[in-house]
Structure formats: C-alpha cells, structure tokens
C-alpha cells in the first residue's frame, strides 16, 4: 500500500447490477450493501461511490471523483469538461446503444421537427433537447420531467424526448417516434486532473483494459482438440474464417493440438463437424477475459 486512493463513481439505479457484473468478470470483487452508497471493493487502493448516471460526469469535472461510469448522453447533457478513456457498450437490456428519441401521441399531427414549432415538450435531458432544436432551427418549450415521462402527452405535454433500447415503452403508451436525437453507450470517463497523475493515470487504464477484456469475452468459449495432420485442411475449413487457432506439435509426430476461440452459440454445431473432420479429445472451457 502506497496510501494513494482513486476514487471511482458505479451508477446506481438500473445499470448498478449489469456494473457490478463487470467489474466482477474483470477481476474485481464489489459487493453492494443495502442501503449504503460506498460498495466494497476488494482492492484497498480504490474507493468506490453509487451516483445517479445523470450527475456522474459533474462529479468527475469537478474533482469529487478521479473517474467514473455514466452515458455518452449524460455528458452531453452537462457539457462536462472530462476525459474519455474508454466506451463500454453494455446496458440493462441488450448491447445496443440507448437512443434518445422524439416520440408523439400515435394520433399527433407532429410528422416532422418542423412541427413541433411553439409546443410542449417533457423530457429529462433538456439541455440535449434545446440544442438539438436549435440546430433545426425550431422554437419549442421544453420543460424538465421527473419520472414517467411516457404518460404525459397528450395531456401534460405535445411531446417527449425519451431514451429506450427496444421501444416497448412506447408503443404501449400508443407513442410514435418522429426522430432520434441521439446514440448513447456507457463511457469511462476521467478527471483532466486525475489523469496528469502517473499513478492514477496508470490505475485507471488497467482497469479499462480488464474491464474491455472481461466485455471481449462475453458470449465466447475456448475449445481445444486433437487431430491428425492428414486431417488438418478438413478441420481448419470448419473453423470460423476470422480465428487463426494456435497449431501445437504433440508427442506423436503424426498429431497436432489445436486451440482456439469460437462464438459461444455456434459451438453446438460446429463440435460435432469437428468430429466428423476427424478431431477427437474435444475440449470446451469457458473464457473470462480476452486481452489483445
């Protein structure tokens, strides 16, 4: 221990687990107390703190945190003045980015920007939405939303500004998009002051390598096999066209071993092609980091 301590901001709320899970797959140990907004972490040289992905890049500008986790859209949103080092695309539904998009009442007479001239628009990213009007040239009142912004045209307001990942949400409150404002993923993000320090600077890209490793080898599998060398073309025409197996010499001169990663989902069809080819000792072993 060297007595330094990097301060790292988790978001809480609903990408707090998909975080937690992460970090895990990349080597960290965090557990989250209830009702505690300090996770453990089992590395004595970083401290951790739950913060609503909306503020984290304000605490990162200003110092309160050396990094932190939060949306593409949340930096936008505060104008924030920070480091990225990194994009994570991982989210609580799926690895598509989360759009912000313009959503009407399915009955609107809204079909364009253009339209929405002079009315109400909810949302929660306000700053985000009066750029984005601006830059078509349009006049809207845009008002800040704290929660349930689907229900609230065409009552409360003429239209919304909302993230969604499948749209779900939407078409259940008989909502239309009309167009997206903007494409967002997770990003780590630094304090331009955190990363002039060496040692901070240093902490902070291994844990980005671990965590793009432990993101790398989702829905990936290692398998590894025996074959004869006459029966080599055959099981290499199986293999996928964008993995290179490592081609190893065995004691029997007449066999090689061969070791590769493959897509998770395609390792049910491809084994038993592999023993059809003349592969034998087939071995699937599940991988937890990829490190180029």
């Known amino acids: 221990m060297n007595g330094k301590i990097?301060?790292?901001?988790?978001?809480?709320?609903?990408?707090?687990?998909?975080?937690?899970?992460?970090?895990?797959?990349?080597?960290?140990?965090?557990?989250?107390?209830?009702?505690s907004y300090y996770p453990n972490i089992d590395d004595p040289e970083i401290?951790?703190?739950l913060i609503?992905?909306?503020?984290?890049?304000?605490?990162?500008?200003?110092?309160?945190?050396?990094?932190?986790?939060?949306?593409?859209?949340?930096?936008l949103e505060n104008d924030a003045k920070v480091e990225e080092l990194a994009e994570l695309v991982f989210s609580k539904v799926s690895k598509r980015?989360?759009?912000?998009?313009?959503?009407?009442?399915?009955?609107?007479?809204?079909k364009t920007v253009k339209d929405l001239a002079g009315k109400r628009i909810a949302t929660e990213v306000v700053g985000l939405t009066r750029?984005?009007?601006?830059?078509?040239?349009?006049e809207a009142h845009v008002e800040f939303s704290w929660g349930a912004t689907e229900v609230k045209p065409p009552r409360l307001a003429d239209a919304i500004v909302e993230v969604t990942e499948t749209g779900s949400s939407l078409k259940a409150n008989n909502l239309r998009i009309v167009a997206e404002l903007l494409q967002s993923t997770t990003r780590f993000i630094a304090n331009r002051q955190a990363v002039t320090d060496p040692w901070k600077k240093q902490k902070m890209e291994d844990?980005?390598?671990?965590?793009?490793?432990?993101?790398?080898?989702?829905?990936?599998?290692?398998?590894?096999?025996?074959?004869k060398k006459g029966d080599l073309p055959a099981v290499l025409k199986i293999m996928p066209a964008f993995q290179t197996p490592t081609i190893s010499s065995l004691a029997d001169g007449e066999w090689v071993a061969l070791n590769t990663i493959i897509d998770e989902n395609t390792v049910r069809h491809m084994i038993p092609q592999l023993?059809?080819?003349?592969?034998?000792?087939?071995?699937?072993y599940p991988i937890s980091k990829i490190i180029d």
């Open 6 to 35: 990097l301060k790292l901001g988790l978001p809480a709320g609903s990408l707090q687990e998909a975080t937690g899970d992460l970090f895990r797959k990349a080597g960290y140990k965090i557990t989250f107390a209830s009702r």
């Open 47 to 49: 401290q951790c703190t």
């Open 52 to 75: 609503r992905a909306q503020e984290m890049a304000r605490y990162v500008q200003d110092g309160s945190l050396d990094c932190g986790l939060t949306g593409y859209d949340w930096i």
């Open 97 to 110: 980015p989360v759009r912000w998009v313009l959503a009407v009442p399915n009955d609107s007479d809204v």
């Open 131 to 138: 750029r984005w009007l601006a830059q078509h040239g349009v």
């Open 207 to 227: 844990m980005v390598l671990m965590l793009k490793g432990a993101m790398r080898a989702e829905g990936q599998v290692g398998l590894m096999l025996n074959v």
């Open 275 to 284: 023993k059809q080819a003349g592969a034998c000792g087939i071995v699937e």
